[in-house]
């Protein structure tokens, strides 16, 4: 009798999660604002808080399976009307916040881009366990049988 080899338990896939993402700047709507925190004079000087704003269904750049999974992953941070908002002030220049906005950007992206583990759903008991019972309601049977 032939051995057959055995199949392989998923399908192959042709979905590839990127090392990275380029995200087009000209696609968002980057504005800066005056930062809180510490920086002295120039906290109150200049405007170096990002806020960068995209409207994520618009986002054709990015499949839309991608697009679905990152507003269920980021719904706190999406606007009524589809806006995904976030903000970096952790630096003291416009250009390292601004950096620092798309990296979270890019991030998030990268979270949401692979698709979750179809996960199958046990039901019932398992057939060791039917065999199990099965066992001990035989032992059962024989030892009420014996009593006679």
Do not use: C, H
């Not at 046990?122 to 066992?135: F, L, M, Q, V």
């Amino acid at each position: 009798m032939p051995r057959t080899p055995p199949t392989p338990r998923r399908p192959f896939s042709t979905w590839n999660v990127p090392k990275s993402i380029d995200v087009p700047e000209d696609r968002l709507e980057i504005s800066f604002v005056r930062s809180s925190g510490a920086g002295g004079q120039n906290v109150n000087k200049v405007n170096t808080k990002v806020e960068v704003r995209f409207d994520v269904d618009a986002a054709d750049w990015i499949p839309a399976e991608v697009r679905e999974r990152l507003k269920e992953q980021e719904a706190n941070r999406i606007n009524k009307d589809g806006y995904l908002s976030l903000q970096s002030q952790e630096y003291r220049t416009q250009v390292q916040n601004r950096k620092a906005a798309v990296d979270k950007l890019k991030e998030m992206l990268l979270q949401a881009w692979p698709r979750p583990k179809v996960r199958k759903q046990r039901t019932g008991i398992s057939k060791a366990a039917k065999e199990r019972n099965k066992e001990f309601k035989k032992k059962r049977s024989e030892t009420k049988s014996s009593r006679g």
